[in-house]
């Protein structure tokens, strides 16, 4: 993406974000990368719905400043992290949405085989282990999953998601959140479920590279409910 559409892109997907009331005030945080070793991401202390294109940083993969008046979030470091691991990626996204961060904070991953969409386009969810936002502890805790994964959930703190532009990270964190938001209905609320045939998951997985997805982990069986 040039610089332009890469502000724009984040602009968007910061509003997107907001109205759909996966950050609260401040948080979360979104970058957009525009070369081998140049990204714009979002300032620190400002409301993901009410940004403006003068706000946004440019800044290298070390996190130094190329271009912008304000600071970069403390959280940068996290995005960065994710470029270095896999330079393909171009987007990074960062949010809380309620029903992801409920589960990030039970520390229960998104890893029952039981949306065929889910399975297919995002695959599952694992949790990252607990770092102290704005600390090299961050990175460090999601760096395991970015080449394997389309995403995770930060223990205690919320969800992060990456992809090939920015669309496709910000539409696996919506992916996220309505698969968590199934998960809680049918194994929590309801108490009922039934995972997809275990004979016919790789049916799912040719569908999925298919699709061009290249990553997602394993399908983890645990077994239909009780009264399925």
Not at 58 to 75: N, Q
Not at 128 to 135: C, I, K, L
Not at 196 to 204: F, H, K, N, Q, S
Request: aromatic share 8%.
């Amino acid at each position: 993406m040039t610089d332009r559409e890469a502000k724009l892109a984040i602009l968007d997907v910061g509003r997107r974000m907001y109205e759909r009331g996966y950050v609260a005030a401040n948080d979360g945080n979104i970058s957009c990368r525009v070369s081998e070793n140049e990204i714009w991401s979002t300032p620190t202390g400002v409301s993901k719905g009410f940004m403006t294109e003068e706000m946004l940083i440019k800044t290298d993969l070390s996190g130094t400043v190329l271009e912008g008046t304000m600071r970069p979030s403390s959280e940068l470091k996290m995005h960065l992290r994710v470029y270095r691991e896999d330079p393909s990626l171009q987007a990074v996204v960062h949010a809380h949405p309620p029903i992801a961060t409920a589960f990030a904070v039970a520390g229960i991953p998104l890893d029952r085989p039981v949306l065929t969409e889910a399975a297919m386009a995002l695959g599952n969810i694992p949790v990252a282990p607990y770092a102290t936002p704005g600390t090299q502890e961050v990175p460090d805790s999601i760096a395991p999953f970015v080449r394997t994964h389309n995403g995770c959930l930060l223990a205690n703190h919320g969800a992060l998601s990456w992809g090939k532009d920015m669309y496709q990270a910000y539409y696996r964190l919506e992916s996220i959140e309505y698969y968590a938001g199934i998960l809680m209905n049918t194994v929590f609320v309801m108490g009922r479920w039934k995972e997809v045939p275990r004979e016919r998951a790789g049916e799912l997985l040719e569908i999925r590279k298919r699709l061009g997805v290249d990553r997602g982990g394993d399908f983890i069986f645990r077994g239909d409910s009780p009264e399925a």
